[in-house]
């Protein structure tokens, strides 16, 4: 069982950076993926970026390619969201999740991730 904890969130104006950490209970294993989504109030989850665990190949949703940058931390256990030039588009929920199939980075969605946290709140303001 992996758990996850999320933290950074917080409010911030439009063009401000944030960055979200995710912590994980356990040592995360090399074929794993780690990754972030999104909830917006009245919309659905959706990817935001994710990372192999072995490789640091990295997927991004195209919504924030070139403004946000995940990262990870291997002897730490956590991945890192690292959000700039945040847009009042970008207020949700940001969660952590972690895929422990193997499965290429581009087939992972909401439906399938083995672990998620408890999520933490980005509010943007204009």
């Known amino acids: 069982q992996v758990h996850l904890v999320e933290s950074g969130g917080g409010g911030v104006q439009a063009g401000d950076s944030l960055r979200l950490s995710c912590a994980a209970s356990v040592r995360i294993f090399s074929n794993y993926a780690m990754a972030w989504f999104r909830q917006a109030p009245g919309k659905e989850r959706e990817f935001v970026a994710a990372?192999?665990?072995?490789?640091?190949?990295?997927r991004y949703a195209d919504s924030v390619k070139g403004r946000f940058t995940i990262a990870k931390d291997n002897a730490k256990n956590t991945v890192y969201l690292q959000m700039n030039s945040l847009k009042p588009e970008d207020t949700a929920v940001y969660y952590c999740?972690?895929?422990?199939?193997?499965?290429?980075?581009?087939?992972?969605?909401?439906?399938?991730?083995?672990?998620w946290g408890k999520g933490t709140l980005v509010t943007v303001s204009s």
């Open positions: 990372i192999r665990w072995n490789s640091s190949t990295t």
């Open positions: 999740a972690a895929d422990g199939t193997g499965r290429s980075l581009y087939d992972l969605d909401y439906y399938g991730m083995d672990y």
